[in-house]
């Protein structure tokens, strides 16, 4: 089991960037696609990006494409979420996970954390 720590969110105004990091523990990280997810107030969680194990593939929600930008490091065993231009509606609380890719999204399996807050204001 890889366990995942997200972190790096916080509180910015519309136009600004974040850079989200989550953090996995063990030597299984590589063998692993992984993904972003995000639950807004009021809302399900819905996906956000996907990348394979050796980051060769990734995809994008239409939400997100050409604002944020999935990355990994398989040596250091961790997951980036590069955000730009910021919206207000990016605002929720954000989850990495591992899984399974499909054709458009990144099919969970694992367990969810606690995630890390992202608020945009105007």
């Known amino acids: 089991q890889v366990q995942l720590v997200e972190s790096g969110g916080g509180l910015v105004q519309a136009g600004e960037s974040l850079r989200l990091s989550c953090a996995a523990s063990g030597r299984a990280f590589s063998r692993y696609a992984m993904g972003w997810f995000r639950r807004a107030p009021g809302k399900e969680r819905e996906f956000v990006a996907a990348?394979?194990?050796?980051?060769?593939?990734?995809k994008y929600a239409d939400s997100v494409k050409g604002r944020f930008t999935i990355s990994r490091d398989n040596v250091k065993n961790t997951l980036y979420l590069q955000m730009n231009s910021l919206k207000p509606e990016d605002t929720a609380v954000y989850y990495c996970?591992?899984?399974?890719?499909?054709?458009?999204?990144?099919?969970?399996?694992?367990?969810w954390g606690q995630g890390t807050q992202v608020t945009v204001s105007s």
């Open positions: 996970n591992t899984g399974i890719l499909t054709e458009v999204s990144l099919q969970p399996l694992g367990y």
């Open positions: 990348i394979s194990w050796n980051a060769g593939v990734t």
